[in-house]
Each structure stands twice: as C-alpha cells, then as structure tokens.
C-alpha cells in the first residue's frame, strides 16, 4: 500500500471522532467470535488423511486467465486555468495541471472535468487505478493483466499458486474461491499471491474517488474470482509428468555493462527508500518441463521490488514491470546487442518482501544497450509514452537476471519432494484509520472478529482480522508466505551493511534531517504559518522547508540499530537450500514492520506520520501482526527439519 494517509488529517479527524462515538452500528450483527483453530497447523501435507503421501513422480499443470477490468467511461483531463484539452490556449504543461487525477465531481458529467456518462446514470463508473493516489482513473489498457496458476501435484499431495495482476488480494476471497473450487481438482493449498502492481484496479479499497469511497468494483471481485478458479481447474485438469530444474543467484548483473554491475548492482533496479537501506537482491527461479517431450510448462520468478516503475501519474492499466519480466523469461530478450532465447511455457512472478520501501522511483537504469533511462515522471496519455520504456528497461533486465541463474547456476533436481504447512490466525486491527475504514465499508468484503459491536471501538473492543501464512517445500526450495510488505531486514536482518546496494549508503545522508542551510518557504520566521507544498501546514517538528517547499523534520528520528533484533531472522529459521518469500501471499495487510522501529506520531497517530522516516506505519495494520506471523511461521517452520 504505497500511498493512503499521506495528508488525510482533515478528513480523517471527523472521521474517527464519528467511529468512536456513534458509527459502530454500521459494523452492526452477531458478534463475530475467534474462528481460528488451536492446532499448530489448518494444513498439513503429506500428513493429513486427505493428503497422506508425496511420493512418485511430480505432475505440473499451467493455465492462466486474462483479469483485465473493462473500462468503458473516461474523462478529460482540464488545467486549474479552466482549458481542457482541445481549447483554444490550452497548453498541458501551463496548465497548471494535467495530473492524471480526476479533480470534478463524479455526479457532474458536465463539470469542468467532464466524463464520459455512457450508461447515462450521471456518475462516473471509472476504473480506479490503485497504489498511489485517489481519484486515478483508468483511460486505457497498456498491457493485459492476468491470473495465472501453477498446479503442482505428487502423489496424493496438491498445492495450487496463483500470481494476480493486483495492488493487493484480501485472504476473504480467497477462502471464497478454495471453498468453490472443484473436488475434482484435488487441490489441497491454494495460495494467491498479489504482484502489488500500481497500476491495475483497486481491489482494496482506499484508491477510490476519495479517501471515504471505496475503489472496489464488486462485479469486477465476482469476475476475478471466477476467473481465478478456472484457471486453477484448468490447471489441475492438464497435468503432465514434469521434471524440475532450479535457479538463485544475484539479480543487478548488467547484461552488457560490467561497470554497472560493480557501481550499481541490484541499485540499478531498486532502492530502499527507507532507513536502514536493506534489500534482498536474491533471485529464484523454478522452471518445469514436460518429461515426455522437453516442452516447458512454466515458470515462477520469485524477486522483490514495487512495481511503480510507471509512477503516480500513469492513466492506463499495465502490470508495470512485470509484464516484461513475464515476456522476457517467456519469448526472450532481442534488443541493444543482447540475443538470449526464452523459455516458452507460461511464467509467473511473485514478489517477494518488498516492504520498507523497495522501489524503482527516482532510479537511472541502464537499459540492457548501456544508454541510461533518467527517472522521469509525468502523466501518460498515449500508450507509447516513454515511461513504459522504463518498464521494459528494468523487467527485461530481471528476466535476463532469471534466464542466466537458471542457465549458469541452476541444478536439475532428480527427485523433487512437495510438502506444505499453513495456518490462520487473527490481527487486531490497531491502525485507528482503519477501522474507521473498515466500519464505513471502504476496505472491500472482509469480516470483522473478537469485537463487541454494541460497543463503541477503544483499545479495549477493536476488530480483528483472519490471515493466514504457510510453508512451501518444493525439493532444495523452501518458501514462507507472508501476508502483506514484509520489511526484508524481518527476513535477512542486514543491520551490519551486508545487504545495502553498492550505490547506496546504509542510512542515506539526505534522510529525514533537515538541509544544512535549511530554507524557508516564506520570509516569515513563524513556521506554523507556512504551508506546505500540497495546503498542509508545516507542523512544529517539521517546520524547516525546502526551495521545493517540502517540510524538513527538525527531530531527525533514524532507526535506533542497537535496538534491533540481533536474529536469528526469518531466513535463518528456515531450513530449505534455497530461501524465498512470498509477499502479499495470501492477504495484503499494508507494511509489516520491525518492532524497534514502528514510531507512530503522538497527536494523530496513524494520520500523520512520526518524525523522520516513517511513512510505512501510517499504512499499517499495527504491530502485532509481525509478532504473530514471525510466530505462527516459526511453528511450521519447526515441522520441516
């Protein structure tokens, strides 16, 4: 969850003051009681009657579905001068606008802002882009999103993944699609795992018109479902005798350029943009063939970064980076003096813990020919604009990362054995901002535990969620799921500089301080009186602004290291060869943070953030879900030696 309560403060306030006082019965019904099982596991396999064996020869089965929401209503997008395009004097960049946001209202077709009311209701049914913003509404589709599984049966044991073209995908439905899929399919763990594309559909909620309407097309939810299913009975109807072959190395090794690989490495396709920088440059690669006649069937890219290459002004519907990644470990990489082949078959990608904040943003790549792509942004109107290269840039660039690991370090595995554990438990939900959201049905289809709804919500009475992790063994791979944006130094810890970029610096020297000579936005001396860039005020803390007119917090709060875990971590519990999160797999609860450094604001916690670097708290479900996945995973973890 990229962007949410960056300065929502205004709308938010009221808000809670309405939830904590009269709003609970809007959560009104039985009270929903602990659902979730005792036992150490809901799954385990082989080891329960229904999956009671992995042994034989391992079956694979692919199909994918295309999950491309329909957009049939766009609007124009005008300047604060009041000229749209078309008008006479109508220049885009003195508009004083052209943000790609849609900025009328969404019961004037006739504003200025106008829509396009198709079905002739007076509202704007848009398509609400997700991961940045409100009010980003589709014009276009660039690239198809898609569903795609992977089926992979041994024995009488059956695990179906699921890779969604999505911003995020709640646990709910997937319990809803595990309970409507087939007996045919034989399917024993379904896992949907979300890519976290910021640019396809809200399927969560918060990226709607506004910060209290929500994003989700609920006939949309229906067909994404449907289409989810299908594609694991597919699937689980078309399996082949298949034979394995494994990849991990190092991504960030430049194709053409051994000088970008020494000075940049993994920093020439992510960053961390916050203190302490620490990233998980690892890549892992499971690639399966037919055994009858060689011909691939699939193949899962397990990588970790947001994918935001396309940045918050983008108006058409794409799975970022990703659809490069997926075309280039499919069909190959032909372009700038590089010519490898792919590998055919149907390849998927799930991120891994990409938390903390893992990002393409303000990255010059260098493209596979050399030449340098410089980190632009702007509002897209043509799907040819030159920011989808940037896309293509760095996509490709992991594939040929994905393709050389499996090449020159991979390892065929001779007798693969698939075993897997998971287990539900329930989050309270400790963001206050959230559970005014949830109460006021923004955040899409999800139940509510372990309140009394007759009762108003304090720390006391506060809903709490169902998620789920799990354990994936598959030969020398082991994976854990998580159920949101894990924070890699949770699974790597790297608090010793070990796992920060070559082009970045363990704490970054422009960080959360304020400038050496900081600048007032005014000449006034008074810095509650200056505004900020976007009509917020500069608070007391961060009262030194920049030319640019960015507040500078004046209590530069850096993560306290002598405070942080000294491990073992997440990684380290794990017993398998090779080690990969799966992130948002199966739930997307916002960042899962480290305890040592989860600083809330103390006026308006959760709204705005705490001094320094701490955006990712804001959008947050709180910080008890980290203690309760590092726990449940350490459990299962314990059953696989």
């Known amino acids: 969850m990229f962007a ?12 809670l003051v309405c939830v904590y006082t009269v709003c609970a019965y809007w959560a009104c019904g039985a009270d929903k009681k602990d659902e979730v ?12 009657e229904f999956c009671s064996g992995n042994t034989g020869a391992l079956f694979v089965g692919a199909a994918k579905r295309d999950i491309t929401p329909t957009i049939t209503e766009t609007f124009t997008d005008c300047g604060l001068d009041g000229l749209c395009p078309g008008d006479d004097g109508y220049e885009a960049a003195d508009s004083g606008e052209d943000n790609g946001e849609f900025d009328g209202w969404i019961a004037s077709p006739d504003g200025n802002e106008s829509f396009d009311d198709v079905n002739g209701n007076s509202l704007f049914d848009a398509v609400w ?14 690239d198809p999103l898609w569903a795609r599984a992977l089926v992979v049966k041994q024995g009488e044991t059956t695990l179906a993944v699921v890779s969604v073209d ?15 899929l087939a007996a045919e399919a034989g399917v024993d763990l379904l896992l949907v795992a979300a890519s976290h594309t910021h640019q396809g559909p809200d399927t969560i909620g918060i990226w709607g018109y506004d910060e209290g309407r929500s994003g989700v097309d609920p006939l949309y939810m229906d067909f994404v479902r449907q289409e989810i299913k299908a594609a694991v009975e597919e699937a689980a109807g078309d399996l082949s005798e298949a034979t394995l072959r494994v990849g991990n190395g190092t991504s960030g090794v430049h194709p053409t350029s051994e000088e970008t690989t020494t000075t940049k490495g993994v920093n020439n396709l992510i960053r961390d943009g916050r203190d302490p920088a620490i990233m998980n440059d690892a890549i892992h690669v499971m690639h399966f063939e037919s055994k009858e006649d060689s011909t691939s069937i699939a193949t899962l890219v ?68 050399g030449t340098t792509i410089e980190h632009t942004c702007g509002t897209t109107n043509t799907t040819d604009d030159p920011i989808f290269l940037r896309a293509q840039a760095l996509g490709e660039l992991v594939a040929l990362d994905a393709l050389r690991v499996l090449a020159d370090e991979g390892e065929d595995v001779s007798e693969p054995a698939l075993s897997f554990a998971s287990k539900s438990f329930n989050v309270p939900i400790e963001n206050s901002a959230y559970n005014a959201m949830f109460l006021v049905g923004v955040f899409y289809g999800r139940e509510l535990y372990e309140f009394n709804r007759d009762l108003q919500i304090t720390v006391d009475n506060i809903p709490y969620l169902k998620t789920e992790v799990a354990v994936v063994n598959l030969g020398p791979m082991q994976s854990i799921s998580v159920p949101g944006e894990l924070l890699p130094e949770l699974f790597l810890g790297g608090y010793d500089g070990s796992a920060t970029g070559p082009a970045q610096q363990l704490f970054e020297s422009n960080k959360n301080r304020e400038p050496e000579e900081p600048t007032a936005c005014t000449q006034d ?19 030194f602004c920049a030319e640019s007119g960015i507040c500078f917090s004046n209590a530069y709060n850096p993560p306290a290291l002598t405070s942080a875990p000294a491990g073992p971590y997440l990684r380290d519990k794990m017993t398998g060869q090779h080690k990969m999160v799966w992130g948002l797999t199966p739930d997307e609860l916002g960042y899962l943070i480290p305890a040592y450094d989860y600083k809330l604001d103390e006026r308006q916690p959760y709204i705005e953030e705490a001094p320094g670097d ?7 479900i709180g910080p008890t879900v980290v203690e309760k996945v590092e726990e449940h995973l350490t459990v299962l973890l314990g059953f696989f030696p």
């Open 614 to 620: 701490h955006y990712e708290e804001t959008n947050s």
């Open 166 to 180: 999505l911003v995020g995908y709640f646990y709910d439905e997937v319990v809803r699609i595990r309970e409507s």
């Open 129 to 142: 882009i997700a991961g940045f913003g409100n009010a980003r509404a589709a014009l276009g589709v660039h």
């Open 37 to 48: 099982s005792d036992a150490p596991y809901d799954v385990m396999c082989p080891g329960a």
């Open 302 to 369: 397990n990588w970790t970064n947001h994918p935001e290459v396309l940045c918050s002004r983008n108006r058409f519907i794409s799975s970022d980076f990703v659809h490069y990644l997926r075309t280039g470990v499919e069909d190959g990489v032909h372009r700038g003096g590089v010519d490898v082949d792919g590998l055919g078959g149907m390849a998927l990608f799930v991120n891994g813990a990409v938390g903390g904040m893992q990002t393409p943003l303000n990255i010059d790549i260098v493209d596979v020919d």
């Open 525 to 543: 001396s008074d810095c509650d009186d200056v505004a900020y860039h976007n009509g917020s005020l500069c608070r007391p803390y961060k009262c």
């Open 4 to 15: 949410l309560l960056k300065k929502h403060s205004a709308y938010f306030g009221p808000l």
